[in-house]
């Protein structure tokens, strides 16, 4: 399981992950990709992101993992990176700040169509949302009328902070489909001579 550890918030997922059991590796450069099953992509800056992800040389990498169904959460910014403009592995296009500047910034309860046992708190701070979808994506929360989760596949894309709360679903459910991966993963590599 891998964080990216360009900038932002990537060690509170670390902290969360390791506390659900997984074992976590801070990804910089593109050899920290080998061998993973999952991938977190932070909050944070997602211009300074961007910057990071070129310089790195990781874009493409990431984008080929992606394509070939590697789990991948990205939480606030890293749902923007997600979008058709940045690494566009994901049929959606994400507004910046769409909520407002830093003084904007909000917690609410949201029902989360995949997450059983209630709402899970969203902490939005300079949160995007999904200003546009493709028929595939599937729309999992809303607040008025503007997408803030959504799942296609095996990504998954929350405009919130949910590793800064105490509630760790939005985690667990990633980790499902980080398994369900994995074990793909060890059959297929099992079977090739």
Same mark, same amino acid.
């Given at each position: 399981?891998?964080?990216?550890? @360009?900038?932002?918030?990537? /060690?509170?997922?670390?902290?969360? +992950? #390791?506390? %659900?059991?997984? *074992?976590?590796?801070? !990804?910089?450069?593109?050899?920290?990709?080998?061998?993973?099953?999952?991938?977190?992509?932070?909050?944070?800056?997602?211009?300074?992101?961007? @910057?990071?992800?070129?310089? /790195?040389?990781?874009?493409?990498? +990431? #984008?080929? %993992?992606?394509? *070939?169904?590697?789990? !991948?959460?990205?939480?606030?910014?890293?749902?923007?990176?997600?979008?058709?403009?940045?690494?566009?592995?994901?049929?959606?296009?994400?507004?910046?700040?769409?909520?407002?500047?830093?003084?904007?910034?909000?917690?609410?309860? %949201?029902?989360?169509?995949?997450?059983?046992?209630?709402?899970?708190?969203?902490?939005?701070?300079?949160?995007?949302?999904?200003?546009?979808?493709?028929?595939?994506?599937?729309?999992?929360?809303?607040?008025?009328?503007?997408?803030?989760?959504?799942?296609?596949?095996? %990504?998954?894309?929350?405009?919130?902070?949910?590793?800064?709360?105490?509630?760790?679903?939005?985690?667990?459910?990633?980790?499902?489909?980080?398994?369900?991966?994995?074990?793909?993963?060890?059959?297929?590599?099992?079977?090739?001579?």
């Amino acid at each position: 399981m891998g964080v990216l550890a @360009l900038q932002g918030g990537f /060690e509170a997922h670390e902290r969360v +992950l #390791r506390r %659900l059991g997984a *074992r976590v590796r801070e !990804v910089r450069v593109p050899a920290d990709l080998d061998g993973l099953h999952g991938l977190v992509i932070p909050g944070g800056e997602s211009t300074t992101i961007s @910057l990071g992800l070129e310089r /790195e040389g990781l874009s493409g990498p +990431l #984008r080929e %993992l992606a394509r *070939r169904g590697m789990p !991948v959460l990205g939480s606030c910014a890293g749902l923007i990176m997600l979008d058709r403009d940045h690494l566009g592995v994901m049929d959606i296009t994400a507004r910046r700040n769409a909520f407002g500047r830093q003084v904007r910034s909000f917690e609410v309860d %949201l029902e989360l169509s995949a997450l059983p046992d209630g709402p899970v708190r969203g902490i939005f701070i300079r949160a995007p949302w999904i200003a546009e979808h493709g028929p595939q994506v599937e729309i999992l929360a809303e607040i008025d009328g503007h997408g803030v989760a959504a799942r296609e596949g095996a %990504l998954l894309a929350v405009a919130f902070h949910s590793e800064l709360g105490a509630d760790d679903r939005v985690h667990r459910l990633f980790l499902e489909s980080v398994a369900a991966y994995a074990g793909g993963a060890d059959r297929s590599s099992a079977s090739q001579p």
